[in-house]
């Protein structure tokens, strides 16, 4: 990333040294690299080869830069049999920036020129990509556990889940299971979302909206937020999951799904709300949903909006008992659904 941002500059010994790593650990770009070697790029990377750089340097999963599905491996298919110029191809570029915008700006910086230095990359990353779903049925316990998830609640777990949460239309449907990677330390490289909190009171209230700005429900928290608030949510109330989730750290919280049920979210776009972004320095763009077409025209920022109404009535909620805390919270975003509706 250094180098690709070029702050500050590289020097000639700085380039060698990480050409020699990034080919051990990741071969397809050694060939790219050394053509920038041989004109002399040393300091930073050439403007053109810099959105490249930046998808390949992040901290995101390879899934996250080219998602693997049917249709998006149609498209490279597709784009790697036709010729090495598709500017012209106007229906291939379109199933592109809808499908991975990323991909779409990459190409774009080279003014569409695929180079074979560019098809092995972009082959390569889709390949991890498409590892990280592996077949269910081919699959051993050692290479993907998978818990029984599947056991629905019992009758004491589902009235603890009463207590702390309410979601008149999405009940719990199913456990939420015990993972691996749920005794693993987080990882320091990856987006961090600074939390504070009272030392007496609760950290806050975790709530749900769909993209016309009704309040599915909400969630009292015990802990300061973490991905494993909204990974329990959706794995245990939803059938399938959703096909877009945005969320203020929804980097995290795909990669806190991939290392847990990568399965269950393979057709899932995650995206960083507007609001939110300037956050986050190291995860890729594809989380930005300025990012993502399919995301055009809707509010991602509805329900940092909403949350400021709950704000007002913090002095009040605060010091309530729980009766009293539910029944208020119910109440008034009851009242705020109504009058989203009776808008329409």
Same mark, same amino acid.
């Given at each position: ?99 991975? $915008?990323? !991909? ?5 910086? *080279?003014?569409? /020129?695929?180079?074979?230095? @560019?098809?092995?990359? #972009?082959? +390569? ?73 009272? $030392?007496? !009171? ?5 709530? *749900?909206?769909? /993209?016309?700005?009704?309040? @599915?429900?909400?969630? #009292?928290? +015990? ?122």
């Amino acid at each position: 990333m250094q180098y690709c941002l070029g702050v500050p500059p590289l020097c000639e010994a700085d380039f060698t040294s990480m050409k020699k790593s990034i080919s051990r650990s990741f071969p397809p770009l050694g060939p790219l690299l050394n053509i920038m070697e041989n004109i002399g790029c040393f300091e930073s990377c050439p403007p053109e080869h810099r959105p490249l750089l930046e998808l390949l340097g992040s901290s995101s999963p390879a899934c996250a830069l080219i998602p693997y599905n049917v249709v998006n491996e149609q498209i490279l298919s597709k784009m790697f049999d036709s010729p090495k110029d598709i500017s012209r191809d106007a229906e291939l570029l379109n199933s592109i920036q809808i499908n991975i $915008p990323l !991909l779409f700006e990459i190409l774009k910086s *080279v003014s569409f /020129e695929i180079s074979p230095e @560019y098809k092995e990359i #972009i082959s +390569e990353v889709f390949a991890k990509s498409k590892d990280t779903f592996p077949n269910p049925s081919a699959c051993t316990s050692d290479q993907f556990p998978k818990p029984k998830t599947e056991d629905p609640l019992t009758k004491e777990e589902l009235d603890i889940a009463s207590q702390t949460a309410f979601f008149p239309k999405l009940v719990p449907i199913r456990q939420r299971g015990r993972y691996t990677a749920d005794k693993g330390k987080f990882n320091a490289e990856s987006c961090r979302k600074d939390s504070t909190r009272h $030392p007496t !009171l609760l950290p806050g209230i975790f709530t *749900v909206f769909c /993209e016309h700005g009704i309040c @599915y429900g909400f969630q #009292i928290m +015990e802990n300061n937020e973490s991905p494993n608030v909204p990974f329990t949510f959706i794995r245990t109330r939803f059938l399938t999951a959703p096909s877009v989730v945005i969320y203020d750290n929804a980097c995290n919280l795909h990669a806190y799904f991939l290392n847990r049920d990568p399965l269950f979210v393979q057709n899932t776009t995650f995206a960083v709300d507007n609001l939110h972004w300037r956050n986050h320095k190291s995860c890729s763009k594809i989380y930005h949903a300025k990012n993502i077409p399919l995301l055009d025209g809707v509010n991602t920022q509805m329900v940092e909006q909403n949350n400021s109404k709950l704000r007002k009535l913090k002095s009040q909620l605060s010091y309530m008992n729980h009766q009293n805390f539910m029944s208020h919270l119910k109440f008034f975003l009851w009242h705020c659904n109504k009058r989203v509706l009776d808008k329409k």
